[in-house]
């Protein structure tokens, strides 16, 4: 109780001091900053104030803390005891632990060592394990390497790429040996590069052999191309005679279905094999495209190599090598574009085509310019369409070639035409215009029937003479070899449907080299009759035969006969040649004329002042008639029977017209009857002969408006006017048109002046003349008077 006294009369003071150090007293019991309560105070110049407030809160915490002993001391006196007792405990407690940990320190010093040995034991276990597992790791990655090695070893890259892949990608970054993974990473690059070059040698050596082995290939491709055009021409032929035979209505057409394919790929056979294998290996080693520039570029370089022309061999030997080994390269690039992956874009496919294109165009157009034989442009052509046809086949546009193939078409005709001009001037010139004689079956198959000449379908009899001479059938020969070579170069190049060309190419060879060689023969050659009779018998066969030369170039061109066989869809040049056969009978009437004016010069002979009329005809026309008999004869066995009407009329006309020219010739002054008579004799003679002839030789069946003695009048009304009692009755018109019609007003009054009815005689005036003779006289001389008076 004592001790809770003086603790009541501090609250008392406490609370008599009340206020003032409550706020400060309240913000230390909180624990808050007063640090802002003693800034204030300096600030305010007070600290002496805080200081006298915090020295009565320490005192009133002093006084709390004795209170508060003085309350609980005897609490603090029994756990000061108990504390003693603790500490006694404590220290038995010690020496107990102390005994046993001396005891545990004893027994567990074994157990310490045995300890640390099964820690190093098993830190060797550790370290055993990981070397364990290190050798394992480069065991594996050595087995792979070795693997790696024998797959290079034995030129399989791609499994080699495959296991250096894989020890890239699982191994190499997970080896634990150091030393090893850097050889290991060394070797990766020097081990791809290897067989980056091991592959590129092999491709080198590819490239080496598949230059050597493209003109083979070429050659088999084109080999194959002309067999598939030889079965198509062979089908064409089969489809040409079934349509002949049904348009002749012979036979029986069988049809045939052709169903043979051959996969030319199966054999062009070549192995590509190291073209994938690079091409797949620097595709695992990430470098494609160098390896694509790498192709295009070696492979454009033997282009280059192969596009070039030795300038010391001929290019009619080269050519065939040349287009060959170009058309391998291609086949080749064509299957590598198909097959390899993507090796060639088809931009780099087009460049290396268009440097081949050009550069053959340019050959050929250089070859051709300089080509001067046919046979030789038409053998580059051949293999160049075959080329084209085989290229084609691989996706290649050989349009280019085609046309400088037709460019060159002329040309080649031309050299063609020259080459026929030659060998047709030739033939004619070694004819003798003779009529063939044909002594076998064989030679009358060979030059009669192949070229449809017969004149009828019955076989003859042998000897057979032939209407035309050798000649014909040899001309024929080279107008069908002309179509033939024609229709071959323009075959298979640009032009579908080129009947029409041949069809103008064959006009000029009738037109510009056969009718020319025919008209050249005719106006320059020394011709006899027979020869020009029978250059226009030639000329006549060979005008029919240009039917047969237009169905010739027909069937060789695919053309249906029908469009062959419509109104004026013939060749121009058998209206030529119509017009060169009048020509060649122009000419033969020329040397008709010429040879009868040998004979008719005789008439120079002729006694125009006889004394008395003579009982026969004169000499020279005997000679006249044994040449027109001679004339006749050959003309009826070489000519139609039109011409030979065309030969006697004009032959006969022009001995009618040199009779009468005879009558006017300048040279005679004057004639008596008794020479008027003796050519009257004369064309009795010759009015028989051309009767006679007429009839024997069937031309009367002709039924023509002329006779042979037609051609006559108009000497024999000379004749019968001269010899007429009343030679006046000329000027009467009914009579004159019904007796003289034939005769011309001027002729007959220049020849009447030359008449003389007697012939004049020392005296003449003084004999005696017999009436009728003064009449006749009488009549002439008005005749004479009144042509006088009329002109």
């Given amino acids: ?32 900053d007063l640090g802002p309560a003693v800034r204030h105070s300096f600030e305010s110049g007070k600290p002496e104030a ?25 609490d603090f006196i029994v756990a000061v005891d108990e504390l003693r007792g603790v500490l006694v405990d404590a220290d038995e407690l010690k020496s107990m632990l102390s005994s046993e940990n001396l005891r545990l320190q004893e027994v567990a010093s074994a157990l310490l060592l045995r300890l640390e040995e099964l820690l190093e034991l098993y830190l060797i276990k550790k370290n055993v394990t990981e070397a364990l597992q290190t050798l394992k790791v480069c065991v594996q990655v050595s087995k792979l390497c070795l693997t790696c090695n024998m797959h290079v070893s034995n030129s399989r890259f791609y499994p080699a790429l495959k296991t250096l892949d894989m020890i890239e990608r699982n191994y190499i970054q997970n080896t634990p040996l150091k030393p090893l993974r850097k050889v290991i990473e060394k070797q990766i690059p020097a081990l791809k590069l290897h067989i980056e070059k091991k592959v590129c040698s092999e491709f080198n050596d590819w490239l080496v052999h598949i230059r050597s082995a493209a003109k083979e290939i070429g050659q088999l491709a084109i080999g194959q191309a002309s067999s598939a055009r030889q079965r198509e021409e062979e089908k064409r032929a089969r489809r040409r005679e079934a349509e002949e035979q049904s348009r002749t209505g012979v036979g029986d057409v069988a049809c045939a279905l052709d169903i043979e394919h051959i996969d030319e790929d199966s054999m062009l056979e070549f192995d590509l094999t190291p073209v994938y294998r690079a091409h797949h290996i620097h595709t695992c080693l990430g470098i494609e495209e160098k390896f694509r520039d790498y192709y295009y570029k070696n492979r454009l370089m033997q282009l280059n190599l192969d596009l070039q022309i030795s300038s010391a061999q001929p290019f009619l030997e080269s050519h065939q090598p040349f287009f060959a080994q170009i058309a391998g390269f291609f086949i080749v690039e064509d299957r590598v574009r198909r097959t390899a992956g993507g090796l060639l874009s088809d931009s780099q496919v087009e460049a290396i085509w268009e440097t081949a294109i050009a550069k053959m165009t340019s050959v050929l157009e250089d070859q051709f310019s300089r080509t001067d034989t046919a046979s030789h442009l038409l053998l580059i052509k051949d293999l160049v369409t075959l080329l084209g046809a085989t290229l084609t086949g691989h996706g290649y546009r050989v349009a280019p070639l085609l046309e400088v193939l037709d460019s060159s078409r002329d040309k080649y005709h031309e050299l063609l035409l020259s080459e026929c001009w030659k060998q047709i001037s030739d033939i004619l010139a070694s004819d003798s215009f003779e ?32 209407p035309f001479s050798s000649s014909v059938p040899d001309v024929c020969r080279i107008v069908r070899s002309f179509i033939e070579d024609s229709v071959n170069y323009l075959s298979y190049g640009g032009h579908i449907n080129f009947y029409e060309v041949v069809k103008k190419y064959l006009d000029k060879l009738v037109i510009g080299v056969l009718n020319e060689a025919l008209l050249n023969m005719i106006h320059t050659g020394n011709l006899g009759v027979s020869q020009a009779m029978q250059i226009a018998a030639n000329i006549a066969v060979l005008e029919g035969s240009c039917d047969l030369f237009l169905w010739q ?36 009437v020329n040397v008709i004329d010429s040879k009868l004016d040998e004979y008719l010069a005789l008439m120079n002979g002729i006694n125009w002042t006889a004394d008395e009329a003579p009982e026969n005809a004169n000499d020279y026309i005997h000679e006249v008639v044994v040449y027109l008999d001679f004339l006749i004869s050959t003309a009826q066995q070489i000519l139609p029977a039109e011409a030979l009407y065309k030969i006697g009329v004009g032959a006969l006309n022009h001995i009618s017209d040199s009779i009468v020219a005879a009558f006017l010739s300048e040279s005679l002054k004057r004639f008596t009857l008794n020479a008027v008579i003796g050519i009257g004799n004369d064309l009795k003679t010759l009015e028989a002969f051309a009767a006679e ?9 002709l039924k023509k408006d002329r006779s042979f003695r037609d051609c006559l009048v108009e000497a024999r009304q000379l004749v019968n006017l001269l010899v007429s009692n009343q030679p006046e009755n000329f000027m009467n018109p009914v009579i004159r048109e019904k007796n003289y019609g034939a005769l011309d007003y001027k002729k007959v009054a220049s020849i009447c002046e030359k008449f003389k009815d007697a012939p004049d005689r020392l005296f003449g005036s003084l004999s005696s003349r017999n009436t009728k003779q003064d009449a006749r006289k009488k009549s002439m001389d008005m005749l004479k008077r009144r042509l006088k008076d009329f002109s």
């Fill in 1 to 32: 109780m004592m001790l809770h006294a003086p603790s009541r009369r501090r609250t008392v003071v406490e609370h008599a001091d009340g206020g003032v150090d409550v706020v400060l007293a309240t913000s230390i019991g909180n624990g808050e």
């Fill in 553 to 588: 170039a027909a069937q060789l061109c695919s053309v249906p006969l029908r469009l062959v066989e419509r109104p004026h869809a013939g060749l121009t040049a058998k209206a030529v040649l119509k017009a060169s056969q009048n020509a060649a009978y122009n000419a033969l």
């Fill in 50 to 74: 805080l200081l006298h407030q915090l020295r009565n809160i320490v005192k009133k915490k002093e006084v709390e803390i004795e209170e508060l002993c003085k309350l609980h001391y005897e």
């Fill in 693 to 701: 002839r007429f009839q024997s030789t069937g031309l009367s069946e």
């Fill in 435 to 466: 009529q063939m004689v044909i002594k076998k079956e064989y030679e009358y198959n060979m030059n009669v029937l192949s070229f449809q000449l017969q004149s009828s379908d019955i076989m003859p009899a042998f000897p057979y003479i032939a």
